[in-house]
């Protein structure tokens, strides 16, 4: 039987590391995109294998098309055609838009946006039929919090990409949908963060706690089985019941 490969960008730490270790205890091999923790996604390959998975540490700047397409290759090659792309790498700097810099506004929206739409054409040639694809947005967008203008924007337009794209592929049976997580404790929602503004965000769903990585590797992985097969075009709002 042929093991269904899984491709997941930005997988190296935090939910996009959980997401890669769920689909490897799901049967997935699982191909570790990076760009520049190349000891965390290495160990985090080395540690899948460890526990009986196929898995690989692949570099590429999902910004750059060029390299996108030599990922796919790559992955093609070492573990087979993808059957799951979970378009995980993304960037978070805040700032009021008033003051974002022109090399903020473009460096936000060459990964966040363009990295996704890069993966995304990719795979429209590259996927194997009936395969799944799942993008990471955010809560934020239904928050619509100060200082976070240019990746709400930024990710207004994976949940644009989303919605469409599920329609383009007609014909394929893949299905396209998003997570859009709330507050996670990862490292990248505790930077800079103080412990008052962190007890802040825990409080703000009903349920009080933050949301850990596993909470959204585990509705990633839903949308990655078989199961999910009548949920296309969707957004799921995996925030706790924040919005």
Same mark, same amino acid.
């Given at each position: 039987?042929?093991?269904?490969?899984?491709?997941?960008?930005?997988?190296?730490?935090?939910?996009? *590391? *959980?997401?890669?270790?769920? %689909?490897?205890?799901?049967?997935?091999?699982?191909?570790?995109?990076?760009?520049?923790?190349?000891?965390?996604?290495?160990? %985090?390959?080395?540690?899948?294998?460890?526990?009986?998975?196929?898995?690989?540490?692949?570099? /590429?700047?999902?910004?750059?098309?060029?390299?996108?397409?030599?990922?796919?290759?790559? #992955?093609?090659?070492?573990?087979?055609?993808?059957?799951?792309? #979970?378009?995980?790498?993304?960037?978070?700097?805040?700032?009021?838009?008033?003051?974002?810099?022109?090399?903020?506004?473009?460096?936000?929206?060459?990964?966040?946006?363009?990295? #996704?739409?890069?993966?995304?054409?990719?795979? *429209?040639?590259?996927?194997?039929?009936?395969?799944?694809?799942?993008?990471?947005?955010?809560? #934020?967008?239904?928050?619509?919090?100060?200082?976070?203008?240019?990746?709400? *924007?930024?990710?207004?337009?994976?949940?644009?990409?989303?919605?469409?794209?599920?329609?383009? %592929?007609?014909?394929?049976?893949?299905?396209?949908?998003?997570?859009?997580?709330?507050?996670? /404790?990862?490292?990248?929602?505790?930077?800079?963060?103080?412990?008052?503004?962190?007890?802040?965000?825990?409080?703000?769903?009903?349920?009080?706690?933050?949301?850990?990585?596993?909470?959204?590797?585990?509705?990633?992985?839903?949308?990655?089985?078989?199961?999910?097969?009548?949920?296309?075009?969707?957004?799921?709002?995996?925030?706790?019941?924040?919005?």
């Amino acid at each position: 039987m042929t093991t269904p490969v899984a491709l997941v960008t930005g997988a190296s730490r935090g939910i996009g *590391a *959980a997401i890669a270790r769920r %689909l490897s205890r799901d049967g997935f091999a699982v191909a570790i995109n990076y760009a520049n923790s190349s000891s965390e996604a290495e160990a %985090l390959a080395a540690e899948l294998q460890e526990a009986g998975g196929k898995a690989i540490a692949i570099k /590429a700047d999902i910004a750059s098309p060029g390299q996108v397409q030599t990922m796919f290759l790559t #992955v093609e090659q070492q573990l087979g055609r993808i059957d799951v792309l #979970v378009n995980n790498a993304g960037i978070l700097k805040l700032s009021p838009l008033a003051d974002s810099s022109d090399e903020l506004f473009a460096e936000t929206f060459s990964i966040n946006t363009q990295g #996704v739409f890069n993966t995304l054409r990719a795979a *429209a040639t590259r996927l194997n039929d009936g395969g799944r694809i799942i993008n990471l947005s955010t809560t #934020v967008l239904a928050l619509k919090l100060p200082n976070y203008a240019l990746y709400s *924007a930024s990710k207004a337009a994976v949940e644009a990409f989303t919605g469409i794209f599920a329609k383009e %592929l007609r014909g394929r049976s893949i299905t396209v949908n998003a997570v859009a997580p709330g507050p996670v /404790a990862t490292e990248l929602f505790f930077n800079g963060k103080t412990e008052e503004q962190i007890q802040h965000f825990a409080k703000l769903s009903p349920l009080e706690r933050l949301g850990q990585p596993d909470d959204i590797a585990n509705v990633v992985a839903f949308l990655a089985s078989p199961e999910s097969g009548w949920v296309n075009g969707q957004v799921l709002r995996t925030n706790g019941g924040i919005a």
